[in-house]
């Protein structure tokens, strides 16, 4: 049990849940309360990198360990995507309460975040970290792009198309989870396999 992916996955549901009730008119909210789920798991990532920065701060005998060296790292890493995630969160709303500026503008933060996360998915390959939600960042930037020119209408292209390279990675992903169950079907047919694997 992780509780940080617990907090993460159920401020995602609640969140889904309150924009499509909203999106459908059976609450009158304000798309600020709507995100509120999402503020707090924000909320909650600045409020741990505090807490970890204090730590980090009041205790000079962690720098020297190469370890906490990178968790630290690996800690600010995070906290730099996720405000840039917060800066298009707050976007979103206030363009979809205001409508007064492009989409494209509302989705700068996100072509930010995308060479920022490639930047930390070397980063963490070199320095064996795990990585989800900066893989997820930086394989998505031509679907932002495509869905930010396509609400601000430059393009015309039907929906089917603008979410074509989100597919392409989902298939993608979609592959290796079948070449892994394959794979993993073959080795518990070997004759070599032991009891223990």
Request: overall charge neutral; charged content about 15%; proline content about 4%.
């Amino acid at each position: 049990f992780s509780p940080s992916k617990f907090l993460i996955y159920a401020c995602l549901l609640l969140f889904s849940v309150l924009l499509a009730l909203r999106l459908d008119g059976i609450i009158q909210w304000s798309y600020w309360a709507v995100f509120a789920p999402i503020w707090l798991w924000k909320l909650m990532v600045i409020v741990g990198a505090s807490v970890g920065t204090g730590v980090w701060a009041r205790n000079p005998q962690y720098r020297a360990e190469g370890e906490t060296c990178v968790e630290f790292k690996a800690m600010l890493i995070a906290v730099g995507i996720h405000l840039l995630l917060l800066m298009f969160e707050v976007l979103v709303c206030d363009r979809i309460e205001r409508g007064s500026h492009f989409w494209l503008l509302v989705f700068m933060p996100l072509f930010f975040v995308s060479p920022v996360s490639v930047a930390a998915c070397v980063w963490g390959f070199r320095h064996d970290r795990s990585l989800e939600l900066e893989i997820l960042c930086s394989v998505n930037i031509l679907q932002f792009i495509f869905i930010a020119l396509r609400l601000d209408k430059i393009i015309h292209w039907p929906w089917l198309v603008v979410c074509v390279p989100l597919w392409i990675l989902m298939s993608f992903l979609c592959l290796v989870v079948l070449y892994y169950i394959v794979w993993s079907v073959l080795f518990l047919r070997s004759m070599d396999v032991i009891a223990e694997q």
